[in-house]
Nanobody
Framework: QVQLVESGGGLVQAGGSLRLSCAAP????????RGWFRQAPGKEREFVAA????????QYADSVKGRFAISRDNAKNTVYLQMNSLKPEDTAVYYC?????????????????WGQGTQVTVSS
Protein backbone atom coordinates (compact mmCIF):
# COMPACT_ATOMS: atom_id res chain seq x y z
CA GLN A 1 0.00 0.00 0.00
CA VAL A 2 2.89 2.36 0.72
CA GLN A 3 5.73 2.05 -1.74
CA LEU A 4 9.29 3.09 -1.00
CA VAL A 5 11.50 3.58 -4.04
CA GLU A 6 15.21 2.77 -3.93
CA SER A 7 17.68 3.94 -6.52
CA GLY A 8 21.42 4.10 -7.05
CA GLY A 9 22.31 0.44 -7.31
CA GLY A 10 24.50 -0.96 -10.02
CA LEU A 11 27.67 -2.81 -10.91
CA VAL A 12 30.96 -1.60 -9.46
CA GLN A 13 34.48 -2.87 -9.06
CA ALA A 14 35.78 -3.84 -5.64
CA GLY A 15 36.94 -0.74 -3.81
CA GLY A 16 34.42 1.47 -5.54
CA SER A 17 31.51 3.45 -4.14
CA LEU A 18 27.77 3.75 -4.57
CA ARG A 19 25.16 5.99 -3.03
CA LEU A 20 21.69 4.55 -2.57
CA SER A 21 18.62 6.72 -2.14
CA CYS A 22 15.17 5.87 -0.83
CA ALA A 23 12.23 8.12 -1.55
CA ALA A 24 8.66 7.74 -0.34
CA PRO A 25 6.19 9.26 -2.78
CA UNK A 26 2.84 10.17 -1.30
CA UNK A 27 3.80 9.67 2.33
CA UNK A 28 5.89 11.60 4.86
CA UNK A 29 8.10 9.56 7.19
CA UNK A 30 9.98 12.40 8.83
CA UNK A 31 8.95 11.27 12.33
CA UNK A 32 9.85 7.61 11.83
CA UNK A 33 12.93 5.45 12.07
CA ARG A 34 14.44 4.36 8.77
CA GLY A 35 16.60 1.40 7.89
CA TRP A 36 18.55 -0.38 5.17
CA PHE A 37 18.65 -4.14 4.79
CA ARG A 38 20.17 -6.43 2.20
CA GLN A 39 19.60 -9.95 0.97
CA ALA A 40 21.94 -12.16 -1.03
CA PRO A 41 20.76 -15.29 -2.87
CA GLY A 42 20.15 -18.16 -0.47
CA LYS A 43 20.53 -15.98 2.61
CA GLU A 44 18.20 -14.27 5.04
CA ARG A 45 17.55 -10.57 4.93
CA GLU A 46 20.33 -8.85 6.84
CA PHE A 47 20.38 -5.60 8.76
CA VAL A 48 22.75 -3.00 7.34
CA ALA A 49 22.04 0.38 8.94
CA ALA A 50 19.37 2.38 10.72
CA UNK A 51 18.74 6.02 11.58
CA UNK A 52 16.30 7.62 13.99
CA UNK A 53 13.76 10.29 13.14
CA UNK A 54 16.08 13.19 13.86
CA UNK A 55 19.20 11.74 12.27
CA UNK A 56 20.98 12.05 15.61
CA UNK A 57 21.35 8.33 16.23
CA UNK A 58 22.60 5.66 13.83
CA GLN A 59 23.34 1.94 13.95
CA TYR A 60 25.43 -0.23 11.65
CA ALA A 61 26.07 -3.89 11.14
CA ASP A 62 29.61 -4.85 12.08
CA SER A 63 30.29 -5.90 8.51
CA VAL A 64 29.80 -2.36 7.18
CA LYS A 65 31.07 -0.15 10.00
CA GLY A 66 33.57 2.37 8.78
CA ARG A 67 32.58 1.86 5.15
CA PHE A 68 28.87 2.70 4.96
CA ALA A 69 27.06 5.78 6.20
CA ILE A 70 23.33 6.29 6.56
CA SER A 71 21.80 9.75 6.48
CA ARG A 72 18.44 11.37 5.96
CA ASP A 73 16.99 14.57 4.63
CA ASN A 74 13.56 14.98 6.14
CA ALA A 75 12.80 18.00 3.99
CA LYS A 76 13.14 15.70 0.96
CA ASN A 77 11.60 12.71 2.73
CA THR A 78 14.61 10.71 1.60
CA VAL A 79 17.15 8.41 3.23
CA TYR A 80 20.59 7.65 1.82
CA LEU A 81 23.19 4.95 2.16
CA GLN A 82 26.70 5.93 1.14
CA MET A 83 28.73 2.80 0.46
CA ASN A 84 32.50 3.09 0.16
CA SER A 85 35.27 0.53 -0.19
CA LEU A 86 32.81 -1.98 -1.56
CA LYS A 87 33.65 -5.66 -1.39
CA PRO A 88 32.29 -8.62 -3.38
CA GLU A 89 30.55 -9.83 -0.22
CA ASP A 90 28.46 -6.65 -0.28
CA THR A 91 26.69 -7.97 -3.37
CA ALA A 92 22.98 -8.20 -2.60
CA VAL A 93 19.62 -6.63 -3.18
CA TYR A 94 19.36 -3.62 -0.90
CA TYR A 95 16.03 -2.61 0.62
CA CYS A 96 15.00 0.50 2.47
CA UNK A 97 12.40 0.26 5.20
CA UNK A 98 10.30 2.32 7.59
CA UNK A 99 9.43 1.51 11.18
CA UNK A 100 6.37 3.35 12.45
CA UNK A 101 7.00 2.68 16.14
CA UNK A 102 8.95 5.13 18.26
CA UNK A 103 11.68 2.71 19.27
CA UNK A 104 14.25 1.75 16.68
CA UNK A 105 15.09 -1.78 15.62
CA UNK A 106 17.63 -3.85 13.69
CA UNK A 107 15.13 -6.64 13.00
CA UNK A 108 13.49 -6.81 9.59
CA UNK A 109 10.20 -7.98 11.05
CA UNK A 110 9.95 -4.78 13.07
CA UNK A 111 9.69 -2.62 9.96
CA UNK A 112 6.36 -1.81 8.40
CA UNK A 113 7.07 -0.52 4.91
CA TRP A 114 9.55 -1.74 2.30
CA GLY A 115 10.80 -0.82 -1.11
CA GLN A 116 11.21 -3.12 -4.10
CA GLY A 117 14.96 -3.25 -3.64
CA THR A 118 17.90 -2.23 -5.78
CA GLN A 119 20.64 -4.58 -6.94
CA VAL A 120 24.22 -3.90 -5.89
CA THR A 121 26.85 -6.06 -7.54
CA VAL A 122 30.53 -5.76 -6.66
CA SER A 123 32.95 -7.53 -8.95
CA SER A 124 36.46 -8.62 -8.02
Amino acid sequence: QVQLVESGGGLVQAGGSLRLSCAAPGRTFSTYNRGWFRQAPGKEREFVAAIDWSGGSTQYADSVKGRFAISRDNAKNTVYLQMNSLKPEDTAVYYCAVRTRYRGSTTAGAYDYWGQGTQVTVSS
